[in-house]
């Protein structure tokens, strides 16, 4: 099967266990089959941000360019799935208002588990994290904070380490793990030592096939359309098959901000 085939495929899995869920759709699903599972609950359509991180080499380099946020922004998604609803019969708020609420979501860490809906935090006014993230960019943007930190991240250090394919299988094997629990799982991924990527996607699907598993990614960089990344089970090496701006090559993938230290 060519590339496009299987990008295909792993979206129809994606779209089976999401199937017509609502905000009130179980945070899990099983997995399909080996290497086959997807978030239930999770619409790529509706679940994502409207906006993307910009690229600075590619943009003008303008003091307000939103750029170098990939990590913010992936694990903003994240929270956003776990710990926030929408009720767009609700009175809208003023820009500070959903500033605010914005800061509630984010407040909270990623590795937690999800929230029963009626302790999640309220966005009033819109149906979606798309809809919201396209109408109240500016205040999302402000909310979800600054980048330093990300930036700066202890566990940055990992890239710089050899890794064996025993590594890079487990971290398949976790990946699954999550998927198949309902959980999105947010990467690091690199090419180091060449500076080319260094940069964080989310996974909400995968699908086996013979040469290995397709993992489809939410790209911050390219938030309209989803990416793939490949594991080979062959050379135990994940490939970048499709990441926005990437050339398709072997990369190093690590799982992020799953625990307090990781």
């Known amino acids: 099967m060519n590339l496009l ?18 905000v009130s759709a179980p945070p899990s699903s099983p997995a399909l089959a080996d290497g086959d599972a997807a978030v239930g609950g999770f619409a790529f359509d509706r679940d994502t941000f409207a906006f993307p991180n910009a690229i600075r080499a590619f943009s003008d380099d303008r003091d307000d360019l939103y750029a170098n946020y990939c990590f913010v922004v992936a694990r903003g998604l994240r929270q956003f799935f776990q710990f926030a609803r929408f009720d767009p019969a609700a009175s809208p708020l003023d820009r ?3 500033v605010e609420r914005v ?62 394919r025993r590594h890079q299988a487990g971290v398949l094997d976790e990946i699954g793990r999550e998927l198949a629990a309902g959980r999105l799982v947010q990467l690091l991924v690199t090419n180091w030592p060449i500076l ?43 490939w970048a098959t499709r990441v926005y701006a990437t050339r398709p090559q072997a990369i190093r993938v690590f799982r992020m901000y799953y625990s307090p230290l990781l």
């Open 196 to 238: 080319e990527l260094n940069h964080t996607v989310v996974v909400f699907a995968s699908r086996g096939h013979g040469e290995g598993v397709d993992l489809a990614i939410w790209d911050p960089n390219e938030p309209a359309r989803p990416g793939v990344i490949t594991f080979d089970r062959v050379s135990g090496t994940f």
């Open 5 to 22: 085939g299987r990008i295909v495929v792993v979206l129809a899995v994606a779209l089976a266990a999401a199937g017509c869920a609502s």
């Open 103 to 164: 800061r509630q979501v984010v407040a909270r860490p990623p590795w937690h588990r999800p929230i029963p809906l009626g302790e999640r935090v309220v966005i009033p006014g819109y149906a979606s994290l798309r809809e919201f993230s396209a109408a109240q960019e500016s205040a999302v943007k402000e909310g979800m904070g600054g980048r330093f930190w990300t930036l700066l991240h202890w566990t940055n250090w990992r890239t710089a380490l050899p890794l064996t």
């Open 96 to 98: 500070a208002g959903y």
